[in-house]
């Protein structure tokens, strides 16, 4: 887990927003069992922030539902099969989000189609 940005200057009477990084690894659950809430699933991590020139650290708990980013297709190959240049063939494919959360996504470097012989 990361604080960013690494610092910051917070004036009297204001506040200062920082974001936490966090790049779990698949081993997290494993590693950490004793953070994970029993009930929920979701993970607790005690963290202690020691401000500069402050004698007494800031404590916190950091609460998070860990989750894969996995999305699945149901088929490994596209094939569309025969096709001459003046005809068009289309298929569909099933994507399935693995996740808890919403996910965007696209495909790359997919071939501009071209008009047949004008």
Known sequence: MEILPKTGYIQARSSFNAKL??????SLFEDAKTFFDSETGVLEVPLTVQVADQVRPVPFTVH???????LCFDR??????HCSI?????TSV????LTLLPQDFGFLSIPQVRPPFA
């Open 21 to 26: 990084k966090f790049l779990p690894r698949r």
């Open 86 to 90: 003046y005809e068009s063939v289309k």
């Open 76 to 81: 490994t190959e596209v094939d569309f099969g």
């Open 94 to 97: 099933h994507l399935t989000n």
């Open 64 to 70: 998070a539902v860990i989750t894969s980013s996995d």
